[in-house]
């Protein structure tokens, strides 16, 4: 069951969802004719800001860029031998809870910017705010427990961050997900919420330009999706700042948890 800041069950991540698979459709008719599928983010034609988490690299287009049809990937992962003692502890504790993860609606940043969330939603059927691809790589693994996401966008109500915890049965699941995301984090991603009417904040239009960026804790991965809500491709190193800022306060959060140290937004 899926639940949003109202408390009434519903999907708040179906109409993304279905603009990716209308996007993916229409690539692979394309693909069908001239012999390659193209490859978007998040849609057809969207600018992918550089997407590694802490790189500050141009920003990189992946509008028009041929690519195979993606295979049916199949990845294993295992804890190092330099596993903490301590994991066995850390795993037994209960996954982070939404209101815990995200317990204010309205939170600061050191750097004193301010955000307010206007959307929150939660579900134990992860698969419904990821990606195909990325639920496949879960299904791998022990499963997801739990999926979290909250909607922030800025004191000028101009951008839209979607930052997600994700949290799994198993560390090494962790760490799976985490690798694959990094290594594209355009195929393995998790789905942007979209602002609900009562917000008064427009939907950013499919297509538009995006940061991606996600962190990983002991277990659970911890995403963020950046995007101007007018879909302007400008602005990167300040979409950018707003995205790692919302995501390290978020990760922290979930770190601390983890601990068993608390933590507060």
């Given at each position: 069951?899926t639940?949003?800041?109202?408390?009434?069950?519903?999907?708040?991540?179906?109409?993304?969802?279905?603009?990716?698979?209308?996007?993916?459709?229409?690539?692979?008719?394309?693909?069908?004719?001239?012999?390659?599928?193209?490859?978007?983010?998040?849609?057809a034609?969207?600018?992918?800001?550089?997407?590694?988490?802490?790189?500050?690299?141009?920003?990189?287009?992946?509008?028009?860029?041929?690519r195979?049809?993606?295979?049916?990937?199949?990845?294993?992962?295992s804890?190092?031998?330099?596993?903490?003692?301590?994991?066995?502890?850390?795993?037994?504790?209960?996954?982070?809870?939404?209101?815990?993860?995200?317990?204010?609606?309205?939170?600061?940043?050191?750097?004193?910017?301010?955000?307010?969330?206007?959307?929150?939603a939660?579900?134990?059927?992860?698969?419904?705010?990821?990606?195909q691809?990325?639920?496949?790589?879960?299904?791998?693994?022990?499963?997801?427990?739990?999926?979290?996401a909250?909607?922030f966008?800025d004191?000028?109500r101009?951008?839209?961050?979607?930052?997600?915890?994700?949290?799994f049965?198993?560390?090494?699941?962790?760490?799976?997900?985490?690798?694959?995301?990094?290594?594209?984090?355009?195929?393995?991603?998790?789905?942007?919420?979209?602002?609900?009417?009562?917000?008064?904040?427009?939907t950013?239009?499919?297509?538009?330009?995006?940061?991606?960026?996600?962190?990983?804790?002991?277990?659970?991965?911890?995403?963020?999706?950046?995007?101007?809500?007018?879909?302007?491709?400008?602005?990167?190193?300040?979409?950018?700042?707003?995205?790692?800022?919302?995501?390290?306060?978020?990760?922290?959060?979930?770190?601390?948890?983890?601990?068993?140290?608390?933590?507060?937004?």
């Open positions: 069951m639940f949003g800041d109202q408390g009434t069950p519903y999907d708040p991540w179906a109409a993304e969802r279905e603009r990716i698979r209308r996007a993916r459709r229409a690539r692979a008719a394309a693909g069908a004719a001239v012999g390659v599928v193209l490859v978007g983010a998040a849609g034609g969207m600018v992918l800001y550089s997407g590694d988490g802490g790189d500050q690299g141009a920003a990189a287009k992946t509008s028009g860029s041929p195979a049809a993606a295979p049916d990937v199949r990845v294993s992962a804890l190092s031998s330099d596993a903490p003692s301590s994991l066995p502890s850390l795993l037994a504790r209960p996954v982070i809870r939404p209101e815990q993860a995200f317990p204010s609606k309205s939170v600061r940043l050191k750097d004193g910017s301010r955000y307010e969330r206007v959307d929150l939660t579900t134990t059927e992860c698969a419904r705010g990821m990606s691809e990325l639920a496949a790589i879960v299904q791998q693994g022990k499963g997801c427990l739990r999926l979290t909250a909607l966008t004191a000028d101009r951008s839209q961050i979607t930052v997600t915890v994700v949290s049965r198993r560390a090494e699941d962790s760490g799976m997900v985490f690798g694959m995301a990094s290594m594209d984090p355009v195929t393995y991603q998790v789905v942007s919420l979209d602002p609900p009417p009562q917000a008064g904040l427009p950013v239009p499919p297509g538009s330009a995006g940061v991606f960026r996600r962190l990983a804790t002991v277990r659970s991965v911890v995403f963020a999706n950046g995007q101007w809500g007018d879909g302007s491709e400008s602005g990167e190193a300040a979409l950018t700042q707003e995205t790692e800022g919302l995501l390290k306060l978020v990760n922290d959060t979930v770190v601390a948890y983890e601990e068993g140290k608390g933590g507060n937004l």
